[in-house]
Each structure stands twice: as C-alpha cells, then as structure tokens.
C-alpha cells in the first residue's frame, strides 16, 4: 500500500466517519437523509479502493439511488403534516 493510497484511505474514512456522525447528531430528518446519502456514496469509493467496482456500483443504484429516494420522500411528506394542521387550526378559528 502506498503512501497516496493510505492517505486517500484515511480522507474517505474520515468523510464516512463525519457523514456518519451527521446522520447520528443531526436534529432534523432532511439533513440526516443528506448525511447517510453522503456516507453511503463515501462507502462506494472504499468499495472502488478495493478494486470492487461492481459492487460499488451496486451500492450507489440500490442504497443511494433506490433507498435515499425513498426516505427523502418518506420525510418530505411526513415532516410537514404537523405543520399544515397547526395553521389551518388558526385560520378557521
């Protein structure tokens, strides 16, 4: 392993490790969606390190394009839904 392998090795795992965090730390449900696509796309380019590409490519169609897609609009439709009723609420009363 050289040197510029080991030090780009250790800039992604640093990425996933802080995306990683993200995901844990973050109050809001959009920035953690955010955050875990960034740790996922950081796991792929370990995956393509490795000589893995098929799999990487794999984890970017299925993880980050299948699965992110559909937590980001699983939180786009749920994050709101409190919000609308509180001001509809106000309106008619």
């Given at each position: 392993?050289?040197?510029?392998?080991?030090?780009?090795?250790?800039?992604?795992?640093?990425?996933?490790?802080?995306?990683?965090?993200?995901?844990?730390?973050?109050?809001?449900?959009?920035?953690?969606?955010?955050?875990?696509?960034?740790?996922?796309?950081?796991v792929?380019?370990?995956?393509?390190?490795?000589?893995?590409a098929?799999?990487?490519?794999?984890?970017v169609?299925?993880?980050?394009?299948?699965?992110?897609?559909?937590?980001?609009?699983?939180?786009?439709l749920?994050?709101?839904?409190?919000?609308?009723?509180?001001?509809?609420?106000?309106?008619?009363?």
């Amino acid at each position: 392993m050289s040197t510029l392998e080991f030090a780009a090795f250790a800039v992604f795992a640093l990425v996933t490790l802080g995306f990683s965090a993200g995901v844990v730390l973050s109050k809001h449900a959009w920035h953690a969606a955010l955050s875990l696509g960034g740790a996922l796309l950081s796991v792929a380019v370990h995956y393509v390190m490795l000589g893995a590409a098929f799999v990487a490519a794999m984890q970017v169609l299925v993880y980050v394009g299948g699965v992110l897609v559909l937590l980001a609009f699983a939180v786009m439709l749920t994050d709101d839904a409190g919000d609308d009723t509180e001001e509809s609420e106000e309106v008619v009363a």
